[in-house]
């Protein structure tokens, strides 16, 4: 075990039951301008959270090609109005590139390679300079989340992974996002109870977890970014 890696199941362990800000306070004065945080553009919680413990903090966004309008707005907005430093990724390929090279709709025949193209690859060369780098996983949002460390190790990446709201409940959410009036995507009032590529994305049902919208009607449960 390395010596990040011993960091950050130790800190996993301590920080447990501190609160959001406890653990992105930690992570920032671990890693400093080393540390930066990925966002969806579902909302900016976490974004919020960090930008008040460290102003102007990365914020990278992967825009995949595929979003919603209201996901890229979200994105802009946030630039707009927040003291954070957004990062937009983009994959090497443009959907026309991608769609020449392997036909079009690949999310539809193989969503497992499109989202490695489209989504993996790119986060991977993007968090190349940063050491740490928050999420907005939450333990409640689907079975396989539920054993989300607040902090952990990436070993994929070979980086800290910070998730300082897995504790959180959707009712801490909305709590934090009514206090502070934090952006979130309009389509979370339209239906939509997780966000991703428009193609690969429906309306929740009554009852259903918040991420059974994602790529319905497939085994497929998560894009890659958080195996």
């Known amino acids: 075990m390395t010596g990040r890696q011993e960091l950050a199941v130790r800190a996993g362990r301590e920080l447990e039951d501190a609160s959001a800000q406890e653990v992105l306070e930690w992570a920032v004065s671990t890693f400093g301008r080393g540390f930066c945080v990925t966002s969806s553009m579902e909302d900016a919680v976490v974004a919020h959270l960090a930008s008040r413990i460290l102003p102007g903090v990365d914020v990278v966004f992967l825009d995949t090609g595929y979003h919603f309008p209201e996901t890229v707005g979200t994105r802009d907005a946030v630039e707009a ?14 959907v026309a ?15 497992d390679l499109c989202c490695k193209l489209r989504k ?25 989340r539920a054993g989300t460390p607040v902090v952990g190790w990436d070993a994929k990446r ?20 009514a206090e502070h009036g934090v ?6 009032m339209d239906g939509y109870a997780s966000v991703g590529c428009a193609p690969c994305t429906r309306r929740v ?5 918040a991420r ?10 998560e894009c890659g970014l958080h195996d």
């Open 81 to 94: 109005v927040m003291d954070v430093n957004v990062i937009t990724l983009t994959p090497r390929q443009t």
């Open 158 to 177: 070979q980086k800290v992974k910070v998730s300082p709201i897995a504790r959180w409940t959707q009712v801490d959410v909305d709590a934090y996002v």
């Open 120 to 144: 993996v690859t790119p986060l991977e060369e993007g968090l190349t300079p940063y050491t740490a780098w928050a999420t907005g996983l939450r333990r409640d949002d689907s079975p396989t």
């Open 205 to 209: 049902l009554e009852g259903e977890d």
């Open 97 to 111: 590139e991608q769609d020449a090279e392997y036909g079009a709709k690949l999310h539809d025949r193989d969503p």
């Open 212 to 221: 059974a919208g994602r790529w319905a009607g497939r085994g497929k449960t």
């Open 183 to 188: 952006l979130t995507n309009p389509l979370l």
